[in-house]
């Protein structure tokens, strides 16, 4: 019999992770010492920090209970021990056809943990009676835990009532589509689940005019790079999308809801759209450069971006050419403006570009830098696309810019 398995006294099966192999054996020989000897190798630390977690599964005429138990050595004042705590439970009356439960979730994990350690711990599906997959490689279970998703499943599978690992997925499926599924490619579908990318899965699922279609051609629509923003936007929406188009037609639809996003959210903000700079009027787009210009500005492409951009909006606001702006008469400072860069509405980049301002003429040097150039999430962008924003920048600043916004010192 494996050493992590073993039937105690009162006929429980214990399943111990590796993990635990050190502590276990410490426990073995703290429990041989006497009294005051546990007492001062407790104190010296030995065994002060043993601590053991394990499954314990107890079957009885109608009856399976299965624990998750820690155990930690104890010492107070008069007396020394090994202190048992139930951390969850799951115990299953087929009687009744009832579930007692504490932390049922904690307890499967646990389960799956010991299923992919040792090809031994298999007994304990045996035990638990739902070894219905039928594999020599066991390690599929890490898969088939991972559909036990909610209650009702949970339930279902412990009395019985599902009992097969198709069903077990089905009852999976039905849990996250809001939908019919009778006609779906289900087993393609767990393909792509057992990948590992079930949220952006189901919510692209379940924003889609056509879910067999999505379901078959799933490789392709999340090559689009913009899909986990597109879906999300879709899923808030409760708008439905064909991806099955091409990557033009998904930027307008990707364009379209950012809209409509942006104007609910500039619509329901109270974040000042006011102009922070200078200006008779704002500055236009031109060359795939917008310059952020408002707080709300900051915060929108912050919001599209998930970066931190909206962070540097109190920065900005202490730049030379704002409004009501406070000079300091002391030396030259770097000053930086902050763009995004977009194609056909859809942000490819956000760019913080400094400026050298001169406080005697109160005047711009004619020279930039790119302090930093990054695309969604703060990902680097492609060499190609860094340098072709950076052209586009120069005739921008040339075109726009020196004119605009920036008086240039001669």
Known sequence: MNKLEKVNKNGEYIFNRKAYEKDKKKFEEWSEHESMAKRILY??????ECTVEYIRIKKEEGMTLISLIREKINVFHNSEFIKKQCLAYIKIDYKEKKIYNKKWGDVLYEIKLILLER?????ILDLLGIDFLKQKNKNNYSNIFSYISNDTIFKNLMLGKITNEKDLFKAYFKSRFNAKIDKLPLSKAREIVDKKNNNLFFKILNTSKNAHITINNYKAIIKYPHIHDLSREAYYLKEKINYNRSRKSLNEIHSQMSVKIAEILKGNSKISKENIYELKEAIPPKYNFHLLQTE????????????????YYGLATQYPLLKKEEQIKDENKNVSFFFSY??????????????????ETKKFEDDYWFHQIYGKRNEPLQITLEEKIQKDFEKYYREVLI????PIKQ
Request: hydrophobic share 35%; glycine share 2%.
């Open 342 to 359: 977009r194609e056909e509405n859809i942000i490819l980049a956000t760019l913080e570009v400094v400026f050298k301002w001169n406080y």
């Open 43 to 48: 104190f010296s630390e030995k065994y002060s």
């Open 296 to 311: 709300l500005d900051f915060f929108l492409e912050g919001t599209r971006q998930k970066h931190c951009v909206y962070n």
């Open 403 to 406: 004119k605009q916004l920036i």
């Open 119 to 123: 090809k031994k711990n298999e007994k």
